[in-house]
């Protein structure tokens, strides 16, 4: 199994950028599908994001789509989230996660592990 533990949430004005990082530990991020997910309080865990065991495909929800990238650093055992041009409904708690699957899935059924979440919230 592997741990993930998600850092670099924070506060930011509409239209600036923040870079989020998932650490993982006793796997590496090699051997899984990586995905992003958020959730706001009172409303349903959303998917955002995932990227390939191998980084060649990724796959994002429609409302991040531009703004949001994915990317994986196989030497730090790190997956990131680039997020620009952020709004205030980009405001939630993010959370890293781990799949078996082969292709980038979307679902949180889908996903086996998951970090502990890091709060990200972006004012006007």
């Known amino acids: 199994q592997v741990q993930l533990v998600e850092s670099g949430g924070g506060l930011v004005q509409a239209g600036g950028s923040l870079k989020l990082s998932c650490a993982a530990s006793g796997r590496t991020v090699t051997s899984y599908t990586m995905g992003w997910f958020r959730q706001a309080p009172g409303k349903a865990r959303d998917f955002v994001g995932s990227?390939?065991?191998?980084?060649?495909?990724?796959y994002y929800a429609d409302s991040v789509k531009g703004r949001f990238t994915i990317s994986r650093d196989n030497a730090k055992n790190t997956v990131y989230l680039q997020m620009n041009s952020l709004k205030p409904e980009d405001t939630a708690v993010y959370y890293c996660?781990?799949?078996?699957?082969?292709?980038?899935?979307?679902?949180?059924?889908?996903?086996?592990?998951w970090g502990q979440g890091t709060q990200v919230t972006v004012s006007s």
């Open positions: 996660a781990a799949s078996h699957s082969v292709v980038a899935v979307k679902r949180v059924v889908e996903f086996d592990y």
């Open positions: 990227i390939t065991r191998s980084g060649d495909s990724t």
